[in-house]
């Protein structure tokens, strides 16, 4: 299911990336759902929910990296 705000997001995404990331990854969540809610990737066996979140996890990683403990933005982003 979509998320309707950061809120919803699972707890170890809420206590661990900032602000910014959060709502790429809502944004981006959501978008790929959307586009998958009625399918099924049968190569792999992957729900929308699955897809979607492979998808978003990537467009945190494009945006932001791991720095210690703490995810920073990428320079150039």
Known sequence: MPYA???ELPPSLKSNLPKDAKEVYL???NN???Q???ATDRR???TP???AH???WGAVRDKFRKQG???VRKYGY
Do not use: Q
């Open 36 to 38: 998958h809610a009625n």
């Open 32 to 34: 790929t759902w959307g």
């Open 27 to 29: 944004i981006v969540y």
């Open 44 to 46: 792999i066996g992957a």
């Open 54 to 56: 492979r998808t978003a």
């Open 49 to 51: 929910e699955d897809i």
């Open 69 to 71: 403990d703490e995810w």
């Open 5 to 7: 705000s950061i809120d």
